[in-house]
Every structure is written in structure tokens, then in C-alpha cells.
């Protein structure tokens, strides 16, 4: 079957530094993707989201590259910060449904 | 910045008992959903909710389960005969419009234990 939002499920980065998380994707009929963000306890929060027609979509501290030959996401997060701990999802929408995958766990180091 | 507001934070039941999870979606948007997320798994879709009847469902979403929109604001989720394994958290969410990428606001969420 179609497997989406595949991710890494741990990474661990130096408070300061740069974090990249990745994120595969197999259906090549998706053309939106969304980049969402769970802290323990709480719902997924947007953080940004691409079309299909971008490569790259910058926000505050934040940059999403979408390779659509490879079928590959990543989403630059930069200085990182404590707050910045949590479980980072790819979510491409099938029609109104999103599809979560099991996200990558960022922690931040001091 | 609106929210959207879940209650209970946390409800637990007995086995077989029926509870209903509340949520008040953001005032102007049209497009309302349920999501579960069993400890340490995916979130998954349950039901999308427009114009006052189920559009989309998903197979987790048996006949133990059903939506309303009772009075205009609130959007509830009731589970008619809880077992073990409803044990979630459940988030609500709404959208303002027909197009995904007008975003989803997720609420903070309904931790449910099934004892």
C-alpha cells in the first residue's frame, strides 16, 4: 500500500545548531504537504506547509525543501532551541484527511 | 490567536460506559474533525464533519461511534460503549474552508482512559 510521511523517528541536536528532518513520501499524485509539529501533551501545530509547483518555502527560523523526483520533504530548522522539543510530522492531505506518519522525535541538547 | 478548545483534558470511564467528548471549533470555520492518537502511535483520522453530516469516515469509526454539532458551536464525539482499546488521546480540529492548505487548528486534546 501507499506509505506516507516516513520519517526518521529520532534525532538529537545541540542546542544553537541547525536541525534537518526528513521526510519520504510514496504517492506522487500528492501535491501539498504540511509540516506540523507535537509537544508531549498537546495537538499537532502547523508550522508551514508547500505546494507541489515550490522546491523551497521559507518561514521564521524555519525552511521546507520539497524534491519531488525522490519524493523526499525536509524541514530546516535553524538555531535551534529547547522549545523547539517535539515530534515533527509530514502530513500530505488525502482529500480532506490528514495522514500522519510516526514523526521524528527532535531533542534539543543543552 | 482563536483556538480550538477541548473538554475535558482528561475523562476516565468504565469499560461499556458511554462518554462524549466536547470541542468548540474555531467561530467562523466551516470544516470540523476527529483524530486519535493511541499512546506512543500515529494520529488517525476518525470523521470529518460539513453542513451538518459526516463526509468522510474511517474504518475505526464504527456504529459505537457518532458526531454532532448540537448548537451551532459545540462538535461532539460520543463513544456509545467504550472498550480498553478506545484508551486515546483525541483531538478535534476545524478548517475554514473547502481547500486543505487553508490549514488545520488543532485543539489540545482529550486524554481518555477506558478502565
Given amino acids: ?110 | 490567536e482563536p483556538e480550538v478548545t477541548q473538554t475535558p483534558s482528561h475523562q476516565v470511564t468504565q469499560m461499556g460506559q458511554e462518554v462524549i467528548l466536547r470541542c468548540v471549533p474555531i467561530s467562523n470555520h466551516l470544516y470540523f474533525y476527529w483524530y486519535r492518537q493511541i499512546l506512543g502511535q500515529k494520529v488517525e483520522f476518525l470523521v470529518s464533519f460539513y453542513n451538518n453530516e459526516i463526509s468522510e469516515k474511517s474504518e475505526i469509526f464504527d456504529d459505537q461511534f457518532s458526531v454532532e454539532r448540537p448548537d451551532g458551536s459545540n462538535f461532539t464525539l460520543k463513544i456509545r460503549s467504550t472498550k480498553l482499546e478506545d484508551s486515546a488521546m483525541y483531538f478535534c480540529a476545524s478548517m475554514p474552508g473547502q481547500a486543505v492548505n487553508y490549514g488545520y487548528t488543532f485543539g489540545s486534546g482529550t486524554r481518555l482512559t477506558v478502565v
Avoid at chain 1, 17 to 28: E, F, G, R, T
Avoid at chain 1, 60 to 86: C, E, F, M, Y
Wanted: hydrophobic share 35%; net charge neutral.
Fill in chain 1, 1 to 110: 500500500g501507499e506509505s506516507v510521511g516516513l520519517h526518521l523517528p529520532t534525532l538529537s541536536v545541540q542546542e544553537g545548531d541547525n536541525s534537518i528532518i526528513n521526510c519520504a513520501y510514496s504517492n506522487s499524485a500528492s501535491d501539498y504537504f504540511i509540516w506540523y509539529k507535537q509537544e508531549s501533551g498537546k495537538g499537532p501545530q502547523f508550522i508551514i506547509d508547500i505546494r507541489s509547483n515550490m522546491d523551497k518555502r521559507q518561514g521564521q527560523r524555519v525552511t521546507v525543501l520539497l524534491n519531488k523526483t525522490v519524493k523526499h520533504l525536509s524541514l530546516q530548522i535553524a538555531a535551534t532551541q529547547p522549545g523547539d522539543s517535539a515530534v515533527y510530522f509530514c502530513a500530505p492531505p488525502l482529500s480532506r484527511q490528514l495522514t500522519f506518519g510516526s514523526g521524528t522525535q527532535l531533542t534539543v541538547l543543552p
